[in-house]
């Protein structure tokens, strides 16, 4: 069974750019969820969604959006991008929602803004 | 809300060491897993355990949800144990908490 697929894997931007980060989650799997990972603020929860509908959301500005299709794929979208978005995003899939079975990580989107 | 403590901070072990890692939460909880982050960033999920004692291979992990604390067993080391060691739990409001994590260190 493939595993979460993130991609791209690494990205530069500008600041006030605005990026898309794209994540397939394991075959079956109807959540996804997103995270920010930075040395100073460990991993911080951005949002869920569950069966293309967004379950819950993290402390982030509204700059920060996602979506899930149909087939279970989710992006994230990040505009007006600022130096302080710099991180590894990382995304997840489990087969419930609301945390309640295991969480596999994709390997991960290097964002760096200059 | 719901807050989740690891400890100990840092460990450096030589390889064939045993450990043990800690994460202590301050309400009851209906899940628990356990994490680990290797140098290259890739998270791979342990342990997925509400409750008890669960083995695989080496590590092993037993969660005692009336005292809240989970821990988890590492056994004869392997450098390519290194990594952070991440205990997570679900708040009322089914957001994922994390604790701060586990850095270990494995020296060959």
């Known amino acids: ?114 | 809300g719901i807050q989740v403590e690891q400890s100990p901070p840092d460990l450096i072990l030589q390889e064939g060491a045993n450990s043990t890692l800690r994460c202590n939460f301050s309400d009851s909880v209906n899940n628990l897993q356990w994490f680990h982050q290797n140098p290259w960033g890739q998270l791979i999920n342990l342990f997925y355990i509400p409750s008890g004692t669960k083995q695989n291979g080496r590590l092993s992990a037993t969660t005692v949800a009336t005292e809240r604390y989970s821990l988890l067993y590492i056994s004869s080391s392997q450098t390519t144990d290194s990594g952070v060691y991440f205990c997570a739990v679900p708040d009322s409001n089914y957001q994922l908490i994390w604790g701060a994590g586990t850095k270990l260190i494995i020296k060959p």
């Open chain 1, 1 to 114: 069974k493939a595993g979460v697929t993130q991609t791209p894997r690494y990205l530069i931007k500008t600041r006030g750019q605005q990026v898309t980060l794209s994540c397939s989650p394991i075959s079956g799997h109807r959540s996804v969820s997103w995270y920010q990972q930075t040395p100073g603020q460990g991993l911080q929860f951005l949002f869920e969604y569950f069966s293309e509908t967004q379950r819950n959301k993290g402390n982030f500005p509204g700059r920060f959006s996602g979506r899930q299709f149909s087939n279970s794929r989710s992006e994230m979208n990040v505009s007006t991008l600022e130096l302080g978005d710099s991180a590894l995003y990382l995304c997840a899939s489990s087969l419930a929602g609301g945390f309640r079975s295991p969480l596999h990580f994709g390997n991960g989107t290097r964002l760096t803004v200059t």
